[in-house]
């Protein structure tokens, strides 16, 4: 890759449970040019997360200052919460020629879609809507309350994977790491 040229902005989305965080941790330890970016939400730690690893976890004063300021790429409420992609950071990653992995919501991905067309947009999906509603259960991280929200949300968020410009089915991890890797890497051969 010409160094002169930015690295791709590969934004991954897909409903809660989908395995978004699995596939984009497998394609890190893959790829070496991959990067992720760690976005800004205003919900609380889920158990094992880490604060500027997972996320930056901030106030919704925070967030709103952040907002004003025009530090996000994209923002987005989901369930109450919100979350944003830092433009600094993905400017930085970017004009060091790696790419890099946007974690986002459906809404998200089609803010990016508008400020930022060149972005490659991959939406996962699950196998079956009952499978995901099996793996929210098996993490053991939301209450019932928030998972009976996620799964409305989820159904609305399929609805959407048309107008992404791949759809990755999510039935076997390491098959689906190999198809997005190989897609990015043909977006890749493109860019340069």
């Known amino acids: 890759m010409s160094s002169s040229k930015p690295g791709l902005l590969i934004v991954i989305s897909g409903p809660s449970g989908v395995g978004k965080d699995t596939v984009i941790k497998r394609l890190l330890e893959l790829d070496p040019n991959l ?36 530090a996000f790429l994209e923002f987005a409420t989901y369930d109450a919460n919100l979350y944003g992609t830092p433009i600094a950071e993905l400017d930085k990653v970017r004009a060091d020629g790696h790419d890099i992995v946007l974690k986002i919501d459906v809404q998200g991905a089609e803010q990016v879609r508008k400020r930022a067309p060149d972005a490659l947009r991959i939406f996962l999906a699950p196998p079956s809507m009952d499978e995901l509603v099996r793996r929210r259960t098996e993490r053991h991280s939301e209450s019932a309350r928030d998972q009976a929200a996620r799964q409305i949300i989820a159904k609305d968020e ?19 790491v190999q198809e ?13």
């Open 180 to 192: 997005v890797l190989a897609i990015i890497r043909r977006a890749r051969e493109r860019h340069t």
């Open 158 to 176: 399929m609805a959407l994977a048309p107008h992404f410009d791949h759809v990755v089915v999510n039935d076997d991890l390491e098959r689906a």
């Open 35 to 70: 990067r992720y970016s760690v976005s800004y939400t205003t919900r609380a730690p889920r158990p094992g997360e880490v604060d500027g690893v997972n996320y930056h976890f901030v106030s919704r004063e925070e967030f709103e200052r952040l907002i004003r300021e025009g």
